[in-house]
């Protein structure tokens, strides 16, 4: 290799950098797609995943890539994957006594979600970034949030907590917040679209 | 929060349900298989008290290993209170030396038996639910009436003593 073709690579590789991947986590009902659905349209115009009250309806990891995120002046492209949430427990009778599910359904419903857990905990080795989505009216200290945070600690994955669902009157992000104070927490609401921008602006910092 | 127990195949919990509390030298002994021990007692109907619990990056092996083995009727998953992995306050040198807190003081159960009701930093309360507590609820005040009974209180009836009332009209 000529001297050129040296300078031209470790100029252009200069340019190339990493597409970061940001993993969307947390456990069920947290709001995952919801903001994956919210990143989503407000930069490429598209949602990413249908939302639902029943919990574990993304079953599947789901990725976007090449969303291109501008905020704080700067301009940066991320691969976003929604992640199904993560449990340990799942029970096939809980969709069928609280959300009238039919039993066959309901019984391929959290066969498909225990499959979802383990495709979801496999992405932790391939993202580079975690939003790690607590639903703030929620008791922050459940055994997903505390087993995830520790595995991204320990990982050393830059983690922002989404303190998602700011929007209900019982909503506490200060409570997150105290709760994990080594932590950025951004107050949102995936579904108003509160505190977005400062979202944006807070993976800009942390994901650069 | 509502409670329910659900019935499921439980091999070893007919006289009630068995409190295994391990200590940290027979966990470590382990090794390796420490996630299948737990996992095949918890599936046995065991909650184990372990001493020192799991690591975080443990913890999510045994979410895994678990999320593999739930069956949906007789394994329906793992309920783990515990201070493990306590990410909400570390000591400054494991800060300086970013160092994840050492594992604490856990418990491992099956999910349909044993519930969290409230943790916090620094408090976890839990409960066991047992057959006994599902039968309370069709425990009835009334005592049952024997037939012998009731034809002793058919025999009486008629039988006190004659007290005339006073009447106002008198």
Avoid: C
């Avoid at chain 1, 096939?92 to 019984?107: I, L, Q, R, S, T």
């Avoid at chain 1, 209900?168 to 579904?191: C, G, K, M, N, W």
């Amino acid at each position: 290799m000529g001297l050129f073709d040296s300078l031209l690579k470790g100029l252009l590789g200069l340019f190339r950098k990493k597409q970061a991947s940001i993993g969307i986590y947390g456990p069920p009902n947290a709001g995952k797609t919801t903001l994956a659905n919210r990143i989503s349209r407000d930069w490429t115009g598209k949602p990413m995943g249908k939302t639902s009250e029943i919990p574990h309806e993304t079953r599947k990891a789901k990725e976007r890539k090449e969303v291109v995120i501008k905020a704080a002046g700067s301009r940066i492209s991320f691969d976003i994957v929604d992640t199904p949430g993560i449990a340990t427990k799942i029970d096939f009778h809980n969709f069928v006594e609280d959300y009238g599910m039919d039993e066959d359904k309901a019984k391929q419903r959290a066969k498909e979600a225990t499959e979802g857990v383990i495709e979801a905990i496999k992405w932790l080795d391939k993202v580079d970034g975690v939003l790690l989505v607590m639903d703030a009216a929620e008791d922050p200290f459940n055994q997903v949030n505390v087993t995830l945070l520790g595995n991204l600690e320990a990982r050393k994955l830059p983690t922002i907590i989404v303190a998602n669902k700011m929007d209900l009157d019982e909503a506490s992000p200060a409570t997150i917040r105290d709760a994990f104070p080594q932590h950025p927490t951004i107050p949102v609401s995936a579904l108003a679209g509160y505190g977005m921008d400062n979202l944006y602006k807070a993976m800009m910092k942390y994901f650069r | 929060m509502e409670l329910r127990r659900r019935v499921l195949k439980e091999p070893l919990s007919k006289g009630g349900i068995s409190i295994d509390l391990i200590s940290t030298e027979r966990l470590e002994e382990m090794g390796r298989e420490k996630i299948r021990f737990i996992l095949d007692s918890v599936k046995d109907g065991k909650v184990l008290v372990l001493e020192k619990g799991l690591t975080s990056s443990e913890e999510l092996e045994l979410i895994k290993v678990t999320m593999s083995e739930i069956d949906h009727d007789s394994f329906i998953g793992v309920e783990t209170p515990g201070f493990t992995g306590n990410v909400t306050r570390r000591t400054l040198l494991q800060r300086l030396l970013r160092r994840p807190p050492p594992p604490r003081m856990m418990v491992v159960g099956p999910a349909h038996l044993l519930k969290t009701i409230k943790k916090d930093g620094r408090t976890i309360e839990a409960i066991i639910l047992t057959r006994a507590s599902d039968e309370e609820e069709e425990i009835s005040d009334e005592i049952p009436i024997s037939e012998d009974e009731i034809e002793i209180m058919e025999s009486m009836e008629g039988a006190g003593p004659d007290i005339e009332i006073p009447s106002d009209e008198e």
